[in-house]
C-alpha cells in the first residue's frame, strides 16, 4: 500500500493535472499516476465528465451569444455614445 | 467602407455583451465599448477592409480589454493573492489528512447530477446560470477563465498577454474550475435553473 500512496495523487492533484492533460501538458509519468487515481476514485470521474458538460455549455453559450446579444446597452448611454462619435467622426 | 454614423445602432449591444461578459461589470463594460468606438474612429486608416467592420471593432475590442486587465490593477498582486487564500481554498475543498490523500470534503464532492438537467434543453436560463457563476469567480481568476474558455487561447499565449507565471496559470485554472463546477451544480445541476 505504501508504494500506491507514493505514485497515487491526491484529488487535489488529480484535478489539477487534469486541466493540464486538456492541453497536452502532462508528462507521460504523470498521465499514467492520474489514471491510477481515476481508476480508485469516482468523485474525480465526474469532475472531469461534468466539467466536460460544462463546456459543452459553455460552446452553446458562445453560439447564442454570437447570434445575439445578451445585453444592451441603456438608451442613454447609447445616445451618449453617437454623440461622442459624432464629433469625432 | 466604415459607417460609423452607425456603429452604435448595429454593434453597440453585442459590443457591450463582450465586455460585460469579460469583466462582469457594468460600468468598465460601458467604457470599454466606448473606448473601442472612439480609438476605432482615430484609427479608421488602418481599416483595410479584409474583414468586415463588425469583426474589426471586435479585435480592437479584445485588446481593450487585455489592457483593462492588465493595466487597472485587476491582475496585480495575483502571486500574493494566490498565496494567500491557498490554505482556505484547500479546506473548502479537501480534507487535509496526515497520509497523503487528500479526499474531497463531503460537501464539496462532485455530486451525481440529474440526466435531464443538460444545458442544451434550456439554453436562455442556463446561460443566465452561466454569467451568474462567472460573475462570482474571483476577480483575479476570471480573466484567465474567460481567455481560456471563451476565447480558446492556450496556457502559453494567455501568459505572456496577462503577463502571469505558467504556474499561477494553473493554479488560477485550477481554481476557476472547481469554483465553476460547484456553482453550476448548485445553481443549474442539481436544481434547473433556481439561481440560489
Request: net charge positive.
Amino acid at each position: 500500500m505504501k508504494t500506491i500512496y507514493k505514485i497515487s495523487l491526491t484529488c487535489k492533484e488529480a484535478t489539477a493535472a487534469s486541466s493540464m492533460k486538456e492541453e497536452g501538458k502532462l508528462s507521460l509519468f504523470l498521465a499514467v499516476r492520474l489514471f491510477l487515481h481515476y481508476m480508485s476514485c469516482p468523485p474525480c470521474r465526474r469532475f472531469i465528465n461534468q466539467f466536460k458538460l460544462i463546456l459543452k455549455g459553455i460552446r452553446s453559450y458562445r453560439r447564442t451569444a454570437s447570434d445575439k446579444p445578451l445585453h444592451h446597452l441603456s438608451p442613454e448611454k447609447k445616445q451618449s455614445l453617437q454623440e461622442k462619435i459624432n464629433k469625432l467622426g | 467602407m466604415l459607417n460609423p454614423k452607425n456603429w452604435v445602432s448595429n454593434y453597440g449591444d453585442y459590443l457591450f455583451s463582450i465586455a460585460l461578459m469579460k469583466t462582469s461589470n457594468t460600468e468598465v463594460a460601458e467604457d470599454l465599448v466606448q473606448d473601442t468606438f472612439l480609438s476605432a474612429i482615430k484609427a479608421a486608416d488602418s481599416f483595410k477592409g479584409e474583414s468586415a467592420e463588425k469583426t474589426w471593432l471586435v479585435r480592437i475590442l479584445n485588446n481593450k480589454i487585455i489592457d483593462y486587465y492588465r493595466k487597472k490593477d485587476v491582475l496585480k498582486g495575483t502571486s500574493d493573492y494566490l498565496d494567500s487564500t491557498e490554505n482556505n481554498f484547500d479546506e473548502h475543498f479537501f480534507e487535509a489528512n496526515s497520509h497523503s490523500e487528500a479526499y474531497w470534503k463531503k460537501e464539496a464532492m462532485p455530486d451525481h447530477w440529474k440526466a435531464e438537467a443538460d444545458s442544451s434543453l434550456n439554453q436562455a436560463e442556463f446561460n443566465k446560470v452561466l454569467e451568474f457563476c462567472m460573475q462570482k469567480l474571483p476577480s483575479k481568476l476570471l480573466p484567465v477563465f474567460v481567455l481560456k474558455y471563451m476565447d480558446d487561447e492556450d496556457a502559453d499565449k494567455i501568459c505572456k498577454e496577462l503577463d502571469i507565471s505558467s504556474s499561477n496559470y494553473w493554479v488560477i485554472i485550477h481554481r476557476a474550475k472547481l469554483l465553476m463546477r460547484a456553482c453550476l451544480e448548485k445553481n443549474w445541476f442539481l436544481n434547473e435553473g433556481k439561481l440560489a
